[in-house]
């Protein structure tokens, strides 16, 4: 269809799985994926959509890199063009591991797919080195004690964890397709 956007909610490498393929087999002028709220990480490449997927094993297995899932130029009219990731708000938000965005944003770089971080949700939780920096901007750290030490829930200034100057570096993308 030309001019529209079709995009689909995946929370988790389920409901990925399930869902990606429709969108990918449906025509679109940008078709997108919003992985929010954010419950579980999400490999974009393990994705079975029919010939797609295949393609997709083969450029694995000869350790090329990209992913049919996003290279539409290689394979017109196929492919993903946005990616938006955030965690959930409000009360009673579940916890989103900040890797978890960390390994979206990473597999878009790789892929030169737009990717945008909406927010961290209420209840991010990160490893040492993102806490240290979040607090040195004025987040509090919870590390749930000692069995939990390398991560932990950090409380950002932002109650929804929606300004990107509270998150770690690499994650502060917010990018549009062409």
Known sequence: M????????AEDQRR???????????PAAVRFVSAEPLLGPIDFTQIDAGEVGRWNALLKAERRPGSVIFDRA??????????????????GARPLNVAWV???????????VACFVKQLGGRPTMNDRDA??????GARWDRHGETRAA???VFLRNRKGAD??????DLRMREWPR
């Open 132 to 137: 240290v920096q979040a607090a040195a901007l």
């Open 16 to 26: 990925a799985d399930e869902r990606i393929p429709d969108l990918l087999a449906t």
């Open 2 to 9: 030309p001019g529209a956007w079709l995009g689909v909610s």
């Open 164 to 169: 990107p100057i509270e998150w770690p570096i």
């Open 102 to 112: 960390r390994g979206i944003v990473d597999q878009c770089r790789a892929t030169n």
């Open 151 to 153: 991560e932990g829930t």
């Open 74 to 91: 290689s394979t017109p009219g196929t492919g993903l063009d946005w990616i938006i990731a955030g965690g959930e708000s409000g009360p």
